[in-house]
C-alpha cells in the first residue's frame, strides 16, 4: 500500500499533507487554551497552582484526563530548566574566578617563596662569613 501511495504523491506533497492534517487536529485540541497561560516565564508558584487544578478538572473529565495539566508541567519543567542553567552558568562563572584567584595567590606565594630564600641564603653567608654587608 505504502508503494501505491508514493507513486501519486511525492514527498513534498506528502509533507503538505501531513501539515495539513496535523492543523485540523490540532486546532480542535488546543481550542480554550491559551499560549500565555503556561508561560515558562510565569512564578514556580502560579504553575504549581495551575497544574492543581488542571489536575483535579481532569480527573472529573473523562474525555481530558491528565491531558489538561500537561501543557502547564511542560512549562514548569522549561522554568526549571532555564532557572538551572542560569544556575550553572553563574556557578561556572564563580569557579573560574575562583580558579584564576588561586592561580595568582600561587603566583604570590612562588615571589614570596623566592624572596625568603634568597634572604636565607643572604643571611647564611653572612653567618658563615663568606660574605660582608656592612658598608665599612
Known sequence: MKVIYLKYFNKKSLLK???????????????????????????????????????????????HGVSLSMPTFSALLVRLSNDASKTADKNLKLSNQNIKMQERLLKITYIVLGINILMFGAQ?????????????
Open 17 to 63: 499533507i501531513a501539515i495539513v492534517i496535523f492543523f485540523i487536529f490540532a486546532i480542535p485540541i488546543t481550542k480554550g487554551y491559551s499560549m500565555y497561560e503556561n508561560d515558562p516565564e510565569r512564578p514556580i508558584e502560579e504553575l504549581l497552582d495551575n497544574i492543581k487544578t488542571s489536575s483535579i478538572q481532569g480527573s472529573r473529565s473523562a474525555q
Open 124 to 136: 647564611m653567608l653572612k653567618f658563615f662569613g663568606l660574605f660582608n654587608f656592612s658598608d665599612k
